[in-house]
């Protein structure tokens, strides 16, 4: 069964038959909302909003664990993820579709690992290649069939949050290899892996980075709710396509 987690903008999911709510409790305390059970087109799915329905969990605040163990524990095996972020490559610009490949992870002082506590043997766990091939494949068909133009690989820069970036700390995430900034990719993608989903995101940028093209000198609030609202139907489409793949 495939789950959609919901980031900013992205808080609901429209056009769901026989939608109903479930509140799941976990050993990591409570997740972010209900699930919400539903299908496209008589193909299940569960949908979870990462910052809660009325987005009010900031990224470093959000139960990841308690997230993830909720969609495998109603029987989810793969997952996408809708994370907004920034373009830091130049060609990424507002309003790109982009489904990243890699990750460099800058977050601090997040749960993140099932793997803890004096009851527990020392385990590690492969994160070579952070997203799973074949629902990153599943994502880049369903936008082909849609028609939409998504970009295919880029690396995805983890934050803390929920300030932005300085144009310096941007300057320091391209250095390393960085295409994109976002707040929620980490741990959320290194739990669904311990947890054995196969997980993959699609980005929406919703702004240039700190320092980049119309963000040179500011970033307006502004015109990422204008770029999001835009923007969310053509993610809806892929999503509903990639329900049916």
């Not at 329905?53 to 524990?73: K, S």
């Not at 307006?220 to 999001?228: P, R, W, Y």
């Amino acid at each position: 069964m495939l789950a959609i987690i919901g980031g900013s903008g992205f808080a609901k999911l429209a056009g769901l038959g026989n939608a109903r709510r479930e509140v799941v409790r976990t050993p990591y305390g409570d997740p972010s909302c209900a699930l919400t059970h539903g299908d496209f087109d008589g193909h299940p799915i569960v949908f979870l909003a990462r910052h809660g329905y009325g987005h009010t969990i900031a990224p470093h605040e959000i139960n990841y664990r308690a997230n993830i163990w909720a969609l495998g524990r109603v029987g989810v095996t793969s997952v996408i993820a809708v994370a907004t972020v920034g373009g830091i490559r130049s060609d990424l610009g507002p309003g790109s579709l982009v489904v990243p490949d890699q990750i460099v992870d800058y977050t601090w002082g997040r749960r993140h690992t099932f793997h803890e506590g004096p009851d527990r043997p020392v385990t590690h766990v492969d994160f070579t290649l952070p997203y799973d091939a074949g629902v990153r494949a599943r994502v880049l068909e369903a936008a082909r069939r849609c028609g939409e133009s998504v970009s295919d690989g880029a690396v995805y820069g983890c934050t803390q949050g929920p300030r932005l970036e300085t144009a310096a700390e941007i300057a320091r995430m391209a250095n390393d290899g960085c295409d994109l900034v976002g707040m929620t990719g980490m741990p959320e993608a290194g739990l669904a892996r311990e947890a054995g989903l196969a997980y993959a995101a699609l980005c929406v940028v919703a702004n240039s980075a700190a320092g980049r093209g119309e963000s040179a000198n500011a970033i307006s609030l502004s015109e990422i709710h204008e770029v999001l609202e835009r923007t969310m139907g053509r993610v809806r489409r892929i999503l509903a396509q990639a329900a049916c793949c």
